[in-house]
C-alpha cells in the first residue's frame, strides 16, 4: 500500500490544486481593456447589453445586474417584501448569506432540511414548517440542480408564497428543459471567481414580473426614480429625480459587465467540460462502497458547479476531519460545502439549535468538495481520483 503524504509519503501531485478555479482568456482580457476607455464606466451600456444576454440565456423577461450575489439576495427579500413579523423558508445546506437576506429585512429565517440523496431542499421538510407568517421560500440549486420546482411550486400556490431561487450555483441549468432563471419569482446568480461564469464579482436577478422588476432596479440605486409615474412630486423637469424608499448602491461597473458577457459567450464549453469531469469521477466512485455519489435529479439537465465526495462512514476507520486532510496533504486541495447554516455562533447566538435538520447535519459530516472547473486536466482528475483511492485502500475497515 502507498503511505499517505500526511504521514510522509510522496504526495500524488506536486502542484496543489483546489476545489474550483477561474478560467479567463485573451478575449476577457480585451472585453476589459476596451471598457476602460469608454464614456461610461459604470453601470452602462455593458451592463444593460448583459442584462439583455441573461435574458437570452436563462429564457427570463428581466434581468438586472448587481454588485455580487448576496446584493442579489438582499433585493429579492426585500423586492419579496419580507419584513419583521414574516418567516421564510431556506436550505440548511447552503453559503450564509441564502439566509443572511433574509435577516437583512428583519424576518426569521427557518431552516429545512435536505433530501439525503439529492442535497436540495426537500419539500416534504418545507411543507411541515409552513405556519400563518410564513411568507416566501429561499432555494438553492445546490451544486447546480434545480430544485423541485414542480412540488415548491405547488406549496407557494397553496400558501400564497413567494419563492426566491438561490442559483449562485446552477447558471446553464435546465430543468424539464426550461433554464433555471425563467421559473421562480425571482430568481438570483453569482459571479465570484470560484462560480461558474465570473466578473471578477457580480450577481443578478432574474424575474418574469415588471413590478419586481421596477422595484428591483430603483432598489439598486438608493431607492431613487426618474420614472415619473413612481413619484410622489412629478414633474418634467430634465434634472428631477426622486429617491421614494430606501434603497442601496448595488451597482455593477461596464469593466466587469464585459468581461461577463465575454464569459458568457464560453458557458456552452464550461458546462459540456464540468459535465465530462462529473461523468469521469461518478464513474470512477460508482464501484467504491466506501463513496457516495450524489443523486442526479432526472428533470434537471445539470451545468454542475461542486462535486461533492461523501464517504461512506461505515466503511471506513476515519472520520471526515482525517480523510479531509490526507487529502489536502495529496495536494488535491478540497473544501466543504456546507456546513449547516444554523451552526455559525451567530445563527446559535440568534437561538437557533443543534438538531432541527438531521439530514443536513449527517451530511456535513461526511462531505468535502473535489476540484471541478472548466481548466482542470484529465490528468489533474485522474490525481484526484488516484488520491481518493490511496487515502480510502489506506483507511478501509478489513
Ligand atoms: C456564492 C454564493 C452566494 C453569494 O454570492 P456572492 O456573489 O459571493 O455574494 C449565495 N448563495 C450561494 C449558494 C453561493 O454559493
Not at 163 to 179: F, M, S, V
Not at 232 to 237: C, K, S
Amino acid at each position: 500500500m502507498e503511505q499517505l503524504a500526511i504521514f510522509g509519503g510522496k504526495p500524488v501531485r506536486e502542484k496543489q490544486i483546489f476545489y474550483g478555479r477561474q478560467f479567463i482568456d485573451q478575449d476577457d482580457v480585451n472585453a476589459v481593456v476596451e471598457t476602460l476607455t469608454s464614456d461610461l464606466i459604470t453601470c452602462g451600456p455593458k451592463v444593460t447589453a448583459l442584462e439583455k444576454k441573461l435574458c437570452e440565456v436563462t429564457g427570463a423577461r428581466y434581468a438586472v445586474v448587481v454588485s455580487n450575489g448576496t446584493a442579489a439576495l438582499h433585493l429579492a427579500a426585500m423586492a419579496a417584501g419580507f419584513t419583521e413579523g414574516d418567516e421564510v423558508i431556506v436550505s440548511s445546506i447552503t453559503f450564509a448569506a441564502s439566509s443572511n437576506c433574509v435577516l437583512y429585512c428583519g424576518a426569521k429565517p427557518v431552516f429545512a432540511d435536505i433530501d439525503p440523496e439529492t442535497y436540495n431542499i426537500d419539500p416534504a421538510s418545507v411543507r411541515k414548517l409552513i405556519t400563518p407568517r410564513t411568507k416566501g421560500i429561499v432555494a438553492v440549486d445546490f451544486t447546480g440542480q434545480s430544485v423541485d420546482h414542480d412540488a415548491l411550486e405547488a406549496i407557494c400556490k397553496e400558501h400564497g408564497l413567494m419563492l426566491i431561487e438561490d442559483a449562485a450555483h446552477a447558471i446553464g441549468t435546465k430543468y424539464k428543459g426550461k433554464p433555471v432563471g425563467s421559473i421562480a419569482d425571482m430568481t438570483c446568480f453569482s459571479f465570484h471567481p470560484v462560480k461558474t461564469v465570473t466578473g471578477r464579482e457580480g450577481g443578478a436577478i432574474t424575474t418574469n414580473d415588471e413590478g419586481l422588476y421596477h422595484r428591483l432596479m430603483r432598489l439598486r440605486t438608493h431607492g431613487i426614480t426618474r420614472n415619473p409615474e413612481e413619484m410622489v412630486h412629478p414633474t418634467d423637469a430634465k434634472w428631477y429625480n426622486e429617491q421614494v424608499e430606501l434603497g442601496y448602491n448595488y451597482r455593477m461597473t461596464d469593466f466587469q459587465a464585459a468581461l461577463l458577457l465575454s464569459q458568457l459567450n464560453k458557458l456552452p464549453k464550461f458546462s459540456a467540460r464540468r459535465k465530462e469531469l462529473v461523468k469521469k469521477y461518478d464513474e470512477a466512485f460508482a464501484d467504491m462502497p466506501e463513496i457516495i455519489v450524489q443523486k442526479e435529479i432526472p428533470e434537471s439537465d445539470t451545468t454542475r458547479h461542486l462535486y461533492i465526495l461523501r464517504l461512506n462512514l461505515e466503511l471506513l476507520t476515519c472520520d471526515r476531519r482525517q480523510f479531509f486532510d490526507a487529502l489536502y496533504a495529496e495536494n488535491t486541495c478540497p473544501q466543504v460545502h456546507y456546513m449547516p447554516v444554523y451552526y455559525h455562533s451567530y445563527y446559535e447566538k440568534l437561538g437557533y439549535q443543534k438538531g432541527i435538520c438531521p439530514n443536513a447535519e449527517k451530511y456535513y459530516d461526511e462531505v468535502m468538495s473535489i476540484p471541478l472547473y472548466y481548466s482542470l486536466t484529465d490528468a489533474e482528475a485522474e490525481d484526484v481520483i488516484h488520491a481518493v483511492k490511496k487515502i480510502v485502500d489506506y483507511y478501509r475497515k478489513s
